[in-house]
């Protein structure tokens, strides 16, 4: 069995959507990690303040889906909607 894989990256358009991501990134992190199929969740900062580097790995598209899901539907989702996601997906398939 292949595990899913997300790769990329949240892009904000201004210091605004960053400081979201700021202050609603550490509840979804810890959230997130407690999933039942996380394997992997990663979302850091890079060198510019306006991008972040996302990688995650869950073990099957049924777990990566709750994920999405959940996301999608919690207090982060919502704060962040209009935030740019440029992201590769693998092992959907």
């Known amino acids: 069995m292949d595990h899913v894989r997300l790769s990329g990256r949240l892009l904000c358009k201004n210091t605004a959507e960053a400081e979201l991501v700021t202050a609603y990134l550490p509840g979804h992190i810890e959230l997130t990690r407690k999933e039942q199929g996380c394997i992997f969740f990663e979302v850091a900062p890079t060198q510019d303040p306006l991008i972040w580097s996302v990688e995650e790995r ?6 990566f889906r709750t994920h999405q899901e959940r996301g ?10 209009a935030i740019t996601r440029d992201y590769t997906i693998s092992g959907l398939d």
């Open 58 to 63: 869950f073990t099957d598209p049924a777990a």
């Open 72 to 81: 999608a539907s919690s207090l982060w989702g919502r704060m962040t909607r």
